[in-house]
């Protein structure tokens, strides 16, 4: 059987759809397209544990222009991966009629350590010279995948129910968070953190993937526009990340909507994602080193690679 030479992955959060397509080169891919629409799928999923209907039709939205996409590129396989919000949802198969009738596939509801793997193969791919062991941190919407390993494997993976949109709907309501709220929200962070079996301690560089934490690098650069090349390999010290996330938890949302790199569909639960960060780093001795290879990157060498 041979291996397709263009392939796609679209990765399916509690908050956004993210597509990556490429094409086989020299043991590795050359990128043909990245897209990322914010559909808010785990909209209300944490309180009622459904879909809700204006969630799904967004999510479709973005599959029928993904479908469109790839149509034009000549993928030969593609591979669609739901995370948080399809694990917690009880109607998720009204989700996956509706993707399969527009993309032809199944998505696969993959779980936390999976999620986890696919994120640490694809930072450590992109920087491959970092000091081990390096711990890798995805932030999604729903929950938040932490990975410590090396070149030798992983040492130590979890998954934990803490998330952007979920710590923000559940602990959050304010606009800005009042101080109790904020309390409260820490207190679960850091009960997760302290029970998630990672020595933090170890870690001799810390990544952070997803878009918790390249949007954190851009705010900390203070970029006119978000510029992906100066946001992948940059360092963000924990003293920064302390200070935004206590800058953004006591801003209003409309007033972080006007920061110059903040997407319309980030702004309200970036002070959630800034604040997990912040109670990482806590617990780690380094800085954070930001990627923009993740779980897409990982999936894409996966089907590469057969």
């Known amino acids: ?46 309180a009622t544990g459904e879909f809700h209907p204006d969630a799904l039709a967004r999510t479709f939205a973005a599959c029928d222009d993904y479908a469109a996409q790839l149509r034009g ?8 991966v739901a995370t948080s919000a399809a694990r917690d949802a009880g109607n998720r198969d009204a989700f996956f009629d509706g993707v399969a009738e527009r993309l032809g596939v199944t998505p696969e509801v993959i779980s936390g350590e999976e999620e986890a793997s696919l994120s640490f193969t694809g930072a450590l791919t992109a920087l491959p010279d970092a000091d081990a ?29 803490m998330g952007s949109v979920r710590l923000r709907e559940r602990f959050l309501p304010g606009d800005p968070p009042s101080g109790d709220e904020i309390t409260e929200a820490i207190d679960y962070c850091d009960d997760l953190l302290d029970a998630s079996g ?5 870690a001799r560089t810390w990544f ?12 900390a650069q203070e970029l006119p526009a978000y510029d992906r090349a100066r946001v992948h390999g ?35 639960v ?6 997990i960060c912040s109670r990482v780093g806590q617990r780690v001795g380094v800085h954070l080193t930001v990627s923009e290879a993740d779980i897409l990157d990982g999936l894409v060498l996966g089907l590469l690679r057969g």
């Open 133 to 161: 062991p390096a711990l890798v941190m995805d932030i999604g919407g729903g929950s938040t995948e932490l990975v410590l390993g090396g070149a030798e494997g992983i040492a130590a993976a979890t998954s934990l129910d």
């Open 73 to 80: 590129l000549g993928v030969e396989r593609l591979r669609f």
């Open 198 to 202: 990672i020595d933090f301690a170890a």
């Open 234 to 268: 940059s360092v963000v010290s924990r003293a920064d990340l302390d200070g935004l996330a206590g800058r953004l938890l006591t801003t209003p949302v409309a007033d972080v909507l006007g920061l110059p790199t903040m997407q319309p569909g980030r702004a309200d």
């Open 1 to 46: 059987m041979t291996t397709p030479d263009r392939v796609a992955a679209i990765d399916c959060g509690t908050n956004s759809v993210r597509l990556l397509a490429a094409q086989a080169s020299d043991g590795g891919f050359t990128e043909l397209a990245r897209d990322l629409r914010l559909t808010r799928l785990g909209q209300g999923v944490d």
């Open 208 to 219: 952070g993937v997803g878009g918790t934490a390249t949007s954190l690098s851009a705010l």
């Open 270 to 275: 970036i002070c959630a994602g800034a604040l």
